[in-house]
């Protein structure tokens, strides 16, 4: 059983908007951040965007910020990726992520102990 799992990717133009979701399984006993990644092809996973257990402290990777928004949901267990002015170099499979670690930033994967599967997001030009 995941216990993170991803919802709302697909195939957009550029241009367009994009909603993702994270839901953690109660299994998760400690959560703290939670975060957002990204993998294309022959790269790297990359920091997206995190975000504090209070959801009052946002990280962002600079060529999303002012494009993505990321929230949690009233219940701490959901957070979003609202993502606006899509390009087609925001292709790639995103990953939920959450820790159980309290520290000052979240922008290392290296930081997280669960990851979702991932879910597929292509922008066409």
């Known amino acids: 059983q995941e216990q993170l799992v991803e919802s709302g990717g697909g195939l957009v133009q550029a241009g367009a908007s994009l909603n993702l979701s994270c839901v953690a399984d109660?299994?998760?006993?400690?959560?703290?951040?939670m975060g957002w990644f990204r993998q294309s092809p022959g790269k790297e996973r990359e920091f997206v965007a995190s975000i504090s257990s209070t959801g009052d402290i946002t990280e962002y990777e600079d060529s999303v910020e002012g494009r993505f928004t990321i929230s949690r949901g009233n219940s701490r267990r959901m957070m979003f990726l609202r993502m606006n002015s899509l390009k087609p170099e925001d292709t790639a499979v995103y990953y939920c992520?959450?820790?159980?670690?309290?520290?000052?930033?979240?922008?290392?994967?290296?930081?997280?102990?669960?990851w979702g599967q991932g879910i597929q997001v292509t922008v066409s030009s």
């Open positions: 992520a959450a820790t159980e670690r309290r520290l000052l930033s979240y922008p290392r994967k290296e930081d997280y102990e669960y």
């Open positions: 109660e299994s998760i006993l400690v959560l703290h951040a």
